[in-house]
């Protein structure tokens, strides 16, 4: 799918509906998640009081709720799926200093360096324009101002088999993997996350030679690449990595059930995907416990890169 309006239009209401099944304490969880990394980085949350923030493909608002609590004088969230807007407003209501509206970072509605910190979580590799969505954040950011980048990283394990899942997951159908989810168990984070993985319209990965280039060349410099101690979710450690996927490994074992017809045996081959994708990190876990591979090779070679997340300063 590459036309423009076709791609926002799927996107907008795969993402419209993920977040307003968070109950209060997995919402607060998710918006706890960004505070924690900034303590983590460090980054002096006092930066914020009295700045402008843009919060580029906000989704439910997580991250927009989060920097109006530190103090931002404005956040203004933008998306184009309208019921996660419309989640994001309820969930914000009594929150004067943040708003939230339709847009597409492809066209940004707001006049040149208008923003302190233009914040971009998850949203450049799935845009029907990554190059003129990257001019567009670049242009409406201050000069001295900061861009965060969240971005999928080549390497590793999952996005090679979630690549793999993809088709099967198409062919399936959303209706009936969400079936599997709700058979499954699965909390409402984790539904949010496969489904994602395995139905938004457009997927890209980076290595951080090309995202470097693409922030260089439009003149972002002192790029500070978050490391592994922000990996607070399913990046964390090789545990972590691998409960993340038992989770999906769980969802596919519900879809292998007569309720799903002929359906039940792609079920069945994606679950054996998953289950060999496990299996292997579960040795790479033993030989690190018996010292036959480091720790840090393991991490290599199950997460690679990871996500690529990177604050850049305007010059």
């Known amino acids: 799918m590459t036309d423009r309006v076709s791609l926002e239009s799927a996107t907008g209401q795969l993402f419209g509906g993920l977040w307003g099944p968070y109950d209060v304490q997995l ?77 597409s970072i492809l066209d940004l509605p707001f006049a040149d360096e208008t923003f302190d910190m ?22 409406v950011t201050k000069r001295g101002g900061h861009l965060y980048l969240l971005v999928y990283a ?11 899942l993809r088709p099967l997951a198409a062919q399936i159908g959303e209706p009936a993997v969400e079936r599997a989810i709700q058979l499954a168990g ?14 938004c319209p457009r997927l890209d ?35 972590s990595y691998r409960n993340d996927l038992e989770a999906l490994l769980a969802i596919f074992a519900a879809g292998n059930d007569a309720e799903f017809g002929a359906h039940s045996r792609l079920f069945q081959f994606g679950h054996a995907a998953i289950q060999s994708t496990v299996d292997t990190i579960r040795w790479f876990e033993g030989a690190v416990r ?16 990871g996500h690529h997340r990177v604050l850049a300063i305007k010059e």
Request: proline share 3%.
């Open 205 to 239: 990965f980076y290595h951080w030679d090309r995202l470097e280039r693409m922030l260089k060349t439009r003149g972002f410099r002192h790029l500070q690449r978050w490391g592994s101690q922000c990996r607070l979710d399913h990046e964390a450690d090789l545990e």
């Open 27 to 103: 919402f607060e969880e998710s918006v706890q998640l960004f505070l924690k990394r900034l303590q983590l980085v460090p980054f002096a949350t006092d930066w914020f009081p009295g700045k402008v923030c843009l919060d580029a493909g906000c989704g439910g608002g997580r991250n927009s709720i989060a920097m109006a609590r530190l103090g931002a004088k404005e956040v203004v969230g933008i998306d184009i799926g309208e019921n996660g807007l419309a989640d994001a407003r309820q969930r914000a209501q009594r929150m004067p200093n943040v708003r939230f509206q339709h847009a």
């Open 290 to 305: 018996q010292g036959e591979v480091s720790s840090e090779t393991a991490l290599n070679q199950v997460i690679g890169q």
């Open 118 to 139: 233009v914040w971009c979580a998850g949203v450049l590799m799935i845009t029907a324009d990554e190059e003129r969505a990257l001019d567009e954040l670049a242009r």
């Open 154 to 164: 080549t390497e590793g394990l999952r996005w090679p088999l979630i690549q793999w």
């Open 186 to 199: 699965s909390p409402a984070n984790k539904r949010r996350t496969f489904l994602d993985d395995l139905f």
